[in-house]
């Protein structure tokens, strides 16, 4: 593989900024939870971008163990946030996130 | 231009392209199988990039389990199109304004750097980001937290249940 290092972290700054307008964007909110995961890939992406770049170390496989590490992390966040929008839709029959104001002033 | 330079553009390509569609499509459900093709698509960058046990991982677990959660919740809730009442009017601009000023950082920070990593890179050795080489350096260097993070997998079942029990019926 001869990719250089920084077209791969191109790559996951552009979808990064693709995940941050989702999050803006969007009034969903099982698109907007999708955004962050798209988010949390593309720093996935990077790091194991920076993993590749300091190869033959033994030092750059602590990259992988950290991906493994967010991707067991987000499915844990992924199981708790769904569970909080499935509790949300019974309260308010929605899931707009712009119907969720009851702390409006 | 080699071939990886020509396979690592044609997947970066399909990776935008679907994630640029999971942001527009109005109906949920295309949305989250464009995520899962996006996911797929780095999942071969993993592979590019020698890491095949996260590729794996990705796969199955990005790919397979979240996204089919995602795809149960959606359908159970109904929940494909909500988007229905009148939106902001300065919300898209704002939203773009603020997305070019990311994009405007990142590109300061990767082409304004001084040290400049990489460059040509060094081959790796055999084995490198092979199932045995990762969990080596799991198992030797990170228990502790690979057990910490058993505990939490544990908390957030326990919670996802309690958050989504009914107990309306029982109060009766």
Redesign the interface.
Known sequence: ???????????S??????????V?????A??I???I??ML?SA??AL??????M??G?E???G??L???V??????????G??????I??TKR???V?QVSSLQG | MTIDLILFFGIAAIAVISAISMLVSRNAVYSALFLVLNFVAIASLYLLLNAAFIAMVQVTVYAGAIMVLFLFVIMLLGAEKVETGPSLPWQLPVAILLGLVLIAEFAYVLFGRVTQIGGELAGVGEGFGSPASVGRTLFDQYLIPFEVTSILLLVAMVGSIVLTRDDRKESR
């Open positions: 593989m001869n990719v250089p290092t920084d077209y791969v972290l191109a790559l700054a552009f979808l990064f900024v693709i995940g941050v307008l989702g803006l964007v969007r009034r969903n099982i698109v939870f999708m955004s995961e798209l890939n996935n992406l194991i971008a920076f993993a590749r770049a190869a033959p033994t750059a496989l602590r992988h163990v991906v493994f590490f991707i067991a992390v987000a499915a844990a966040e992924v199981a708790i769904l569970a909080l929008i499935v509790a839709f019974r929605s899931i707009d712009d």
